[in-house]
């Protein structure tokens, strides 16, 4: 198992945070989009924990998180997909990778997938919707969504956590302190600017043409993306495998060796996909 190695690197004209682990000589890297407003460091376990299969990552604070410069102007996925083009470039990467997201990082995971489908060998969504026509989460949840103060308040995120994210967090006050520990406030508006990248955005009219196998990942219970959104996403997918976790909508935090376990299982797989799978739940 390898540690991630994080830098400052500067890319496209921005400064970016960018955390790297190595893969296992003829492994295929991991890149990995984080959720809205969150810094790499929210990952460190699941990349521990998928670095024991000899599987490298490559993930990035998005401009205005964590330890990345804030954005000049409001941005799309699409021109942020290019960005990570060049990440890849700027830390030597230049053949295929295996490509993941996580929330609102699923959706980057899809643009990216459209845009450069020759690049990405697999394609793994975690708790993530197909953009615009998503079934909406509960509106409680969605609402805390609008500002960043969880980010900033580790008290409040102490206070929100378990009926915002659902699963584990909602009966282990020492789970939600060990994660609010490890966040960083967005800058400025850099966290709305990500809100305003998705806005209207949907990968519905073009999921069918990606023929990349995908893992598709729901939390059974997750009140920011209920489960159904997985089903859609499978639905639309050509080549997709649909599992269900029994956690929440941070499952590769809280439920990080399980699903790095599944996750590892589809990426070296030989036979990493079945078409329209049924849900499955993992093991707790």
């Known amino acids: 198992m390898s540690e991630l ?41 699941f990349a521990d924990e998928i670095g024991r299969f000899g599987i490298g990552i490559v993930i990035f604070d998005v401009p205005g998180t964590g330890g990345s410069s804030p954005p000049p102007v409001p941005y799309r996925l699409r021109s942020l997909a290019a960005l990570a083009a060049n990440v890849l470039a700027a830390v030597g990467i230049d053949g295929q990778v295996d490509v993941g997201g996580v929330s609102w990082g699923g959706g980057l995971a899809q643009e990216f997938a459209h845009q450069y489908p020759k690049r990405v060998r697999r394609l793994v969504l975690a708790a993530t919707t197909a953009g615009s026509v998503a079934i909406p989460g509960r509106l409680s949840a969605l609402a805390k969504l609008l500002s960043p103060r969880r980010y900033a308040e580790p008290a409040f995120m102490a206070r929100i956590a378990g009926d915002l994210y659902g ?118």
């Open 5 to 45: 190695d994080v830098r400052t690197l500067a890319v496209g004209g921005r400064t970016l945070r960018v955390g790297t682990s190595p893969s296992r000589p003829g492994s295929v890297p991991l890149l990995f989009f984080n959720g809205i407003g969150a810094n790499l460091d929210l990952v460190r376990g």
């Open 167 to 284: 699963g584990k967090f909602r009966n282990n006050p020492d789970l939600i302190a060990k994660y609010a520990v490890q966040l960083r406030a967005p800058h400025g508006s850099g966290y709305y600017f990500q809100l305003l990248a998705g806005l209207g955005w949907t990968s519905a009219l073009w999921l069918r043409r990606l023929r990349q196998p995908a893992l598709v990942m729901v939390g059974a219970d997750d009140p920011i993306v209920p489960a159904a959104n997985g089903r859609i996403l499978a639905g639309l997918l050509p080549n997709a495998r649909l599992v269900t976790i029994d956690d929440g909508h941070l499952f590769l935090v809280t439920s990080a060796p399980e699903s790095a376990a599944i996750v590892a299982e589809f990426l070296t797989s030989d036979e990493p996909a079945r078409t329209h799978a049924a849900p499955a739940a993992a093991n707790r």
